[in-house]
């Protein structure tokens, strides 16, 4: 193994000489996110027609996109429990091969609260936006192959548990070879152009690397990942917490909480889409960073 302070050099002279060709395509990003966050959808509550709707959408668009189904199919059924109650979840789950095996797993969970009090939930920032921008990057290292296997994984329920998560890593086969979780959650509604990469406590090592990749006009922040931050550790927020509770390396993105989480308002006419465009791009651009990172790390 090459020693980190060399592995750092290389890669940033690596991220000056790629990032140009690392664009992504906006335009559908925008519309995906508009859909995603319809009134069609009744608020993507698991276990209803919304849910099912927007299940059929993301398969479509890695049909369209190309990503690879893994096996004989992009769906993934689990059960768990909710106030008594046994219940059934659906994730979907696309594959792009990379050079190597090895994989990144590339989380966003497309569940929402659904319809309250004749009021539709939406969830443009939690989590549509997410899920576009995981239909977004599928796109992309189809066009663009990847060092590693890269699975796209549109977690369902995570709303009240983690639970599509929590089936994801009980699955042997899903979880052969990770290296890395890169999860989305909430990467879209901010007013100071302010997005978190949260991990870096636990895996120090990610933070010099993701100190060099260009983020635009986006401050990309640390933090949150301590455990004297209190209701503010995001350790265990979202879909990232399963993966390192069994040790496997995650970086979460997200923003600060705002005015309309888990609120009617958060609609897609709410969204800053100059702010969302650049922070999917910013995480691209950090999948892309430790995507090589590893690659340099296994020679």
């Known amino acids: 193994m090459k020693p980190f302070s060399y592995l750092i050099f290389v890669l940033g002279l690596t991220i000056s000489c790629t990032a140009p060709q690392a664009q992504l395509n906006t335009e559908q990003l925008i519309t995906d996110l508009e859909y995603l966050s319809s009134d069609e959808l009744g608020g993507r509550l698991v276990g209803t027609e919304g849910n099912e709707r927007a299940q059929f959408y993301i398969m479509q668009r890695f049909t369209e996109s190309g990503v690879q189904k893994l096996g004989d199919r992009y769906t993934r059924t689990f059960q768990f429990e909710r106030n008594g109650a046994q219940m059934e979840g659906v994730n979907i789950i696309g594959v792009v091969p990379g050079e190597s095996e090895s994989m990144i797993v590339l989380t966003a969970h497309f569940d929402h609260i659904g319809t309250r009090d004749s009021l539709i939930f939406n969830g443009a920032d939690d989590n549509a936006s997410g899920t576009a921008a995981l239909l977004a990057m599928a796109e992309y290292f189809v066009q663009n192959t990847p060092r590693h296997t890269i699975v796209f994984?549109?977690?369902?329920?995570?709303?009240?548990?983690?639970?599509?998560?929590?089936?994801?890593?009980?699955?042997?086969?899903?979880m052969e070879n990770v290296l890395l979780n890169i999860n989305m959650d909430m990467i879209a509604q901010n007013q100071v152009n302010e997005l978190y990469a949260v991990g870096t406590y636990h895996y120090p090592e990610f933070k010099p690397i993701l100190s060099t990749i260009d983020t635009g006009e986006i401050s990309l922040l640390f933090g949150h990942d301590r455990p004297e931050d209190g209701n503010q550790n995001w350790t265990y927020a979202s879909d990232h917490a399963p993966f390192h509770e069994l040790g496997i390396p995650f970086v979460y993105f997200g923003v600060e909480d705002h005015e309309h989480y888990h609120q009617h308002t958060d609609e897609f006419e709410t969204i800053p889409q100059e702010f969302y465009k650049q922070s999917v791009q910013t995480i691209l651009n950090a999948t892309i960073a430790l995507d090589e990172y590893f690659s340099l790390r296994e020679e």
Do not use: M, Q, W
Request: charged share 25%; proline share 0%; aromatic share 4%.
């Open 153 to 174: 994984a549109a977690l369902d329920a995570e709303e009240g548990g983690l639970n599509g998560a929590r089936a994801f890593v009980k699955d042997s086969v899903l």
